[in-house]
């Protein structure tokens, strides 16, 4: 499995930014796939996730209303648009799928087996 984001970029406070994720390996279709980030001196944390069928999507609840987790299942692509980005968001952000099919990963990274290289996203003040 490789998962490749991108869209990652220095933008300032308030501006918006899509963050892409492309998958290949397995059927895309079937997996749950998730958004995590890490800032500087942090602990990797959750920021969303989204199910086989793209119709189930969670969000961590700081997040909740700034973000938003798409997949394009055609495509084997899964996208996070940030809005309203804040110096906060500044991390690396890395898209992670589940390692089973039809299983809801969560909000755990550890339910999640693939990982991708991470794209870096840092917002000035």
């Known amino acids: 499995v490789q998962l490749q984001a991108s869209g990652g970029g220095l933008v300032q406070a308030g501006a918006s930014l899509s963050l892409s994720c492309a998958a290949s390996?397995?059927?895309?279709?079937?997996?749950?796939m998730g958004w995590f980030r890490q800032a500087p001196g942090k602990e990797r944390e959750f920021v969303a996730a989204i199910n086989w069928s793209g119709k189930i999507t969670d969000y961590a609840a700081s997040l909740k209303g700034r973000f938003t987790i798409s997949r394009d299942n055609a495509k084997n692509m899964v996208s996070l648009q940030m809005n309203s980005l804040k110096p906060e968001d500044t991390a690396v952000y890395y898209c992670?799928?589940?390692?089973?099919?039809?299983?809801?990963?969560?909000?755990?990274?550890?339910?999640?087996?693939?990982w991708g290289q991470g794209t870096l996203v840092t917002v000035s003040s």
């Open positions: 992670s799928q589940a390692g089973s099919p039809y299983v809801v990963a969560g909000i755990k990274a550890g339910m999640y087996d693939y």
């Open positions: 390996g397995l059927t895309f279709s079937k997996y749950h």
